[in-house]
């Protein structure tokens, strides 16, 4: 390789070779040449051999727009620093994605990757993955999915052999970061540091955190050593979209690949065709603020497939570089980023007609059909999306603020008026928020690039961004009064129809209505429609908020606030199996227990045995659907004890892992935290991810370890082990056997794991485990009338006498109560 560097960047950023004080040592020319050669690693051993390439040429390309994108009055006044940043993101950004043979080989050792396998291939996404991988051999199958892993995590693997650290959760890589070290060696820990963010930036939505992305880095006295780590992270992350040019996928190597993953068939087609990607010459003489790409494509796919490329993300990402570059400009940067559009124009396809067509959305009809019953089924869910609104912004304030007491949610439900209203003390909402997540249907902020990178640790109940949506099944108008501490007025937005235009209005925030929210908060007005049968508003709000972990009144007409919600899952559980006992004239020896975890809290409900020292669990004895329907009066089913929340709000009334129409056990439990499982988008049950899989398991495990204190209890007084196993078995049996089929196997999984079962080894009974059972080579067992007098020989209640069949059912007879009814959340 010629010793000459080809770009004006790399000649630039070489004289910091002449800087070693600032810099350490610097030797680019070998750095280049090293970095080439480690990239022809991709794809070596078979892992991402499919890809566009990653080699010199991809350098040389991302340098060259490097060069023509920069403007060159910004070009002047850009220090060595700044040079060296950006070319050395270029050379680096990317070798994450190297993978060695020995990384693959030890991928099971790599907890992350099996992780991301199994949430890959589980739910409906992993049947279509399965059906995709179904013509490969085992070890191609791995090959796919750990590229999957490292490209997901390539940003994050060179981030940190940068700075030297393996990082052995995204892969193992002692070989690689020795390389790395070798050749940044001599680079100052500050500047490898620096150079370490930048590469990672560009697989992260944060070039807003100006914190981070210093717009002003000082490495030393020298005003060469000045940097706009900014800068340099915005250019890597435009060059390195934008390089899309035929020479980085030659033909003949796509033919000797024969890519068959057909993500990589239409990303190297759509490449294949593009000629140049340059700064469009403006009329006049004016700047220019757009790039243009010129390709030519005689396959309609390639064509199409370029052009959702540039349109659908380039685009977009491009329009998010100009929208940051404008923030740092306003803080102070003085390095020009003009660019802020993409013309396609030049994308010219040959032999078929270019205009392109579409389905059209009739944005009226749709609006309706979302606020319609074919999305929600229950209008009461109207109320709940308002509430979950008020308290996800209430825990937001208080994650904001975290040394001031949490605010307050007030529900008023004027039945003369018609009119319904729950304020709350939360954050408030800006102009921008409510331009572009309150009205933006499918927007969330809580799930928005800056809430989710910049505050990771909050965990929001709201995803979809369709809530306000959902009061047009319960409302004619609806009213909005937000109120946010950074404003000087509070806004008001009243929205009279789904399909209408809103006007946001300035509201003073001396006045009246704004002191009642107080500094910070939102208010919703809902003008009832006459068709909507609420009934009991105080039922509906006590029905989704079980644990709000905040104060909630709510006042209806001219009766005084109540206080809603409960203090913890024992006091939830409690209060409900008071109220069905109150039923019946039952009355047996029950407690309350709980356990508590990271990010789960739950409740069960066990009863002394008149028969037996144990604690069996009670079970719910729940009305027969037909019964529910028939009902005039749905409401009256509202005070149905929940079986699951998310953040305290309730999504489902049976127990997790039970069914909604079948006996289960009295379980209470709340999820929290960004681990826990999401709700559907019509708030009738929990998507099956893998986040609830792991919720189902550590919840039956924590039922199952009360069958395991009860068997340990046993023995400790003395009961023999088959008579304790056999009680065990029981409680097991009678109280959790009833698990949903779907989560049957987690049921399992965590009940192999209780050692109540008896075994007699050489002349000694010992308890073990069904997972220990199952491993023994040979088992033998006997089962008679013989051998069970033999077992209970020594025991002289009526109870133990009694044949298994006569005592269970004496022992069904005591441990239920009346039927009562319910409504599924």
């Given at each position: 390789?010629?010793?000459?560097?080809?770009?004006?960047?790399?000649?630039?950023?070489?004289?910091?070779?002449?800087?070693?004080?600032?810099?350490?040592?610097?030797?680019?020319?070998?750095?280049?040449?090293?970095?080439?050669?480690?990239?022809?690693?991709?794809?070596?051993?078979?892992?991402?051999?499919?890809?566009?390439?990653?080699?010199?040429?991809?350098?040389?390309?991302?340098?060259?727009?490097?060069?023509?994108?920069?403007?060159?009055?910004?070009?002047?006044?850009?220090?060595?620093?700044?040079?060296?940043?950006?070319?050395?993101?270029?050379?680096?950004?990317?070798?994450?994605?190297?993978?060695?043979?020995?990384?693959?080989?030890?991928?099971?050792?790599?907890?992350?990757?099996?992780?991301?396998?199994?949430?890959?291939?589980?739910?409906?996404?992993?049947?279509?993955?399965?059906?995709?991988?179904?013509?490969?051999?085992?070890?191609?199958?791995?090959?796919?999915?750990?590229?999957?892993?490292?490209?997901?995590?390539?940003?994050?693997?060179?981030?940190?052999?940068?700075?030297?650290?393996?990082?052995?959760?995204?892969?193992?890589?002692?070989?690689?970061?020795?390389?790395?070290?070798?050749?940044?060696?001599?680079?100052?820990?500050?500047?490898?540091?620096?150079?370490?963010?930048?590469?990672?930036?560009?697989?992260?939505?944060?070039?807003?955190?100006?914190?981070?992305?210093?717009?002003?880095?000082?490495?030393?006295?020298?005003?060469?050593?000045?940097?706009?780590?900014?800068?340099?992270?915005?250019?890597?992350?435009?060059?390195?979209?934008?390089?899309?040019?035929?020479?980085?996928?030659?033909?003949?190597?796509?033919?000797?690949?024969?890519?068959?993953?057909?993500?990589?068939?239409?990303?190297?087609?759509?490449?294949?065709?593009?000629?140049?990607?340059?700064?469009?010459?403006?009329?006049?003489?004016?700047?220019?603020?757009?790039?243009?790409?010129?390709?030519?494509?005689?396959?309609?796919?390639?064509?199409?497939?370029?052009?959702?490329?540039?349109?659908?993300?380039?685009?977009?990402?491009?329009?998010?570089?100009?929208?940051?570059?404008?923030?740092?400009?306003?803080?102070?940067?003085?390095?020009?980023?003009?660019?802020?559009?993409?013309?396609?124009?030049q994308v010219e396809p040959l032999g078929f007609e270019g205009r392109s067509y579409s389905f059209r959305l009739d944005q009226e009809k749709i609006l309706k059909l979302l606020t319609g019953h074919t999305l929600y089924n229950d209008y009461r869910v109207a109320i709940r999306e308002v509430l979950q609104n008020a308290l996800d912004a209430v825990r937001f304030r208080k994650y904001l603020n975290k040394d001031e007491p949490i605010g307050k949610i007030e529900v008023n439900s004027d039945s003369k008026a018609r009119k319904l209203t729950i304020r709350d003390t939360g954050t408030g909402m800006t102009q921008e928020t409510v331009e572009n997540f309150l009205l933006n249907v499918g927007s969330s902020f809580y799930h928005s690039e800056a809430v989710l990178q910049k505050h990771t640790g909050f965990s929001s109940?709201?995803?979809?961004?369709?809530?306000?949506?959902?009061?047009?099944?319960?409302?004619?108008?609806?009213?909005?009064?937000?109120?946010?501490?950074?404003?000087?007025?509070?806004?008001?937005?009243?929205?009279?129809?789904?399909?209408?235009?809103?006007?946001?209005?300035?509201?003073?925030?001396?006045?009246?209505?704004?002191?009642?929210?107080?500094?910070?908060?939102?208010?919703?007005?809902?003008?009832?429609?006459?068709?909507?049968?609420?009934?009991?508003?105080?039922?509906?709000?006590?029905?989704?908020?079980?644990?709000?972990?905040?104060?909630?009144?709510?006042?209806?007409?001219?009766?005084?606030?109540?206080?809603?919600?409960?203090?913890?899952?024992?006091?939830?559980?409690?209060?409900?199996?008071?109220?069905?006992?109150?039923?019946?004239?039952?009355?047996?020896?029950?407690?309350?227990?709980?356990?508590?975890?990271?990010?789960?809290?739950?409740?069960?409900?066990?009863?002394?045995?008149?028969?037996?020292?144990?604690?069996?669990?009670?079970?719910?004895?729940?009305?027969?659907?037909?019964?529910?329907?028939?009902?005039?009066?749905?409401?009256?089913?509202?005070?149905?004890?929940?079986?699951?929340?998310?953040?305290?709000?309730?999504?489902?009334?049976?127990?997790?892992?039970?069914?909604?129409?079948?006996?289960?056990?009295?379980?209470?439990?709340?999820?929290?935290?960004?681990?826990a499982p999401r709700t559907n988008v019509a708030r009738s049950d929990v998507e099956q991810t893998p986040e609830l899989e792991r919720a189902l398991l550590r919840i039956y495990s924590i039922l199952g370890s009360h069958v395991q204190r009860e068997f340990d209890r046993l023995l400790a007084r003395k009961t023999g082990i088959v008579e304790a196993a056999w009680e065990a078995d029981y409680i097991r049996t009678w109280g959790l056997e009833q698990a949903s089929r779907s989560s049957y196997g987690k049921f399992e999984e965590a009940m192999a794991l209780l050692r109540v079962i008896a075994l007699e080894d050489q002349d000694a009974c010992r308890p073990v485990t069904r997972n220990e059972l199952v491993a023994l080579e040979q088992v033998w067992t006997v089962d008679s009338k013989l051998v069970e007098n033999l077992?209970?020989?020594?025991?002289?209640?009526?109870?133990?006498?009694?044949?298994?069949?006569?005592?269970?059912?004496?022992?069904?007879?005591?441990?239920?109560?009346?039927?009562?009814?319910?409504?599924?959340?």
């Amino acid at each position: 390789m010629s010793s000459v560097l080809p770009s004006n960047a790399e000649r630039r950023a070489k004289n910091a070779e002449n800087l070693p004080v600032i810099f350490g040592s610097v030797n680019l020319t070998s750095i280049r040449e090293n970095v080439v050669e480690i990239l022809k690693l991709i794809g070596r051993d078979g892992i991402f051999r499919e890809y566009t390439l990653h080699d010199s040429n991809h350098i040389d390309a991302m340098l060259a727009l490097v060069d023509r994108l920069i403007p060159a009055e910004t070009a002047a006044k850009m220090k060595t620093a700044d040079w060296l940043m950006i070319v050395l993101s270029c050379y680096f950004h990317d070798l994450g994605m190297v993978v060695t043979k020995k990384e693959f080989e030890n991928r099971d050792n790599c907890p992350e990757f099996l992780a991301l396998k199994a949430e890959l291939l589980s739910g409906d996404k992993g049947k279509d993955y399965e059906e995709a991988l179904a013509k490969l051999t085992g070890e191609e199958r791995d090959e796919f999915l750990y590229q999957e892993f490292v490209r997901k995590n390539h940003a994050r693997r060179i981030f940190h052999w940068i700075q030297g650290q393996e990082a052995p959760q995204y892969g193992e890589a002692k070989a690689a970061v020795e390389a790395i070290n070798g050749l940044l060696s001599g680079l100052e820990t500050v500047v490898r540091g620096d150079l370490a963010k930048i590469c990672l930036s560009h697989h992260e939505d944060d070039l807003f955190d100006l914190d981070k992305y210093q717009i002003n880095r000082v490495y030393g006295d020298n005003p060469e050593g000045e940097a706009n780590l900014h800068y340099a992270a915005l250019i890597l992350r435009t060059v390195d979209v934008l390089q899309i040019q035929k020479k980085r996928v030659p033909p003949v190597l796509y033919k000797l690949i024969d890519p068959s993953n057909p993500k990589s068939q239409e990303e190297w087609a759509k490449q294949a065709g593009v000629r140049a990607v340059k700064p469009k010459l403006a009329a006049g003489g004016a700047e220019s603020d757009t790039v243009e790409v010129h390709a030519s494509f005689n396959k309609e796919s390639a064509y199409f497939g370029l052009l959702a490329y540039l349109q659908q993300f380039a685009a977009k990402e491009l329009e998010r570089c100009h929208e940051w570059a404008k923030q740092a400009q306003q803080k102070g940067a003085t390095f020009r980023f003009p660019w802020r559009q993409i013309d396609s124009s030049q994308v010219e396809p040959l032999g078929f007609e270019g205009r392109s067509y579409s389905f059209r959305l009739d944005q009226e009809k749709i609006l309706k059909l979302l606020t319609g019953h074919t999305l929600y089924n229950d209008y009461r869910v109207a109320i709940r999306e308002v509430l979950q609104n008020a308290l996800d912004a209430v825990r937001f304030r208080k994650y904001l603020n975290k040394d001031e007491p949490i605010g307050k949610i007030e529900v008023n439900s004027d039945s003369k008026a018609r009119k319904l209203t729950i304020r709350d003390t939360g954050t408030g909402m800006t102009q921008e928020t409510v331009e572009n997540f309150l009205l933006n249907v499918g927007s969330s902020f809580y799930h928005s690039e800056a809430v989710l990178q910049k505050h990771t640790g909050f965990s929001s109940i709201s995803r979809f961004g369709i809530g306000v949506l959902s009061t047009f099944m319960i409302a004619d108008e609806v009213q909005i009064l937000t109120v946010h501490p950074e404003d000087e007025f509070a806004r008001r937005l009243t929205l009279p129809s789904v399909v209408k235009s809103y006007l946001i209005k300035k509201i003073p925030k001396g006045e009246p209505a704004v002191r009642a929210i107080g500094s910070h908060g939102t208010e919703v007005i809902l003008q009832v429609r006459r068709s909507a049968e609420l009934k009991d508003v105080e039922a509906l709000v006590r029905y989704w908020l079980v644990l709000p972990k905040c104060q909630v009144t709510c006042k209806t007409d001219e009766s005084g606030p109540v206080n809603v919600g409960f203090a913890d899952a024992k006091a939830v559980l409690g209060h409900f199996y008071e109220q069905e006992t109150e039923k019946t004239r039952w009355r047996a020896t029950v407690e309350v227990r709980t356990e508590s975890e990271t990010g789960l809290e739950l409740a069960y409900v066990v009863s002394k045995s008149d028969y037996a020292d144990v604690w069996d669990f009670v079970k719910i004895p729940i009305p027969d659907r037909r019964d529910r329907e028939a009902s005039s009066d749905p409401d009256k089913f509202l005070s149905y004890a929940p079986g699951v929340c998310v953040e305290g709000i309730r999504v489902r009334s049976a127990p997790a892992g039970y069914y909604q129409r079948e006996d289960s056990p009295w379980v209470f439990v709340n999820l929290t935290g960004r681990d826990a499982p999401r709700t559907n988008v019509a708030r009738s049950d929990v998507e099956q991810t893998p986040e609830l899989e792991r919720a189902l398991l550590r919840i039956y495990s924590i039922l199952g370890s009360h069958v395991q204190r009860e068997f340990d209890r046993l023995l400790a007084r003395k009961t023999g082990i088959v008579e304790a196993a056999w009680e065990a078995d029981y409680i097991r049996t009678w109280g959790l056997e009833q698990a949903s089929r779907s989560s049957y196997g987690k049921f399992e999984e965590a009940m192999a794991l209780l050692r109540v079962i008896a075994l007699e080894d050489q002349d000694a009974c010992r308890p073990v485990t069904r997972n220990e059972l199952v491993a023994l080579e040979q088992v033998w067992t006997v089962d008679s009338k013989l051998v069970e007098n033999l077992e209970g020989v020594c025991v002289t209640t009526w109870y133990r006498l009694a044949s298994r069949k006569d005592s269970r059912s004496a022992r069904q007879e005591h441990s239920t109560s009346a039927p009562f009814t319910e409504t599924s959340g």
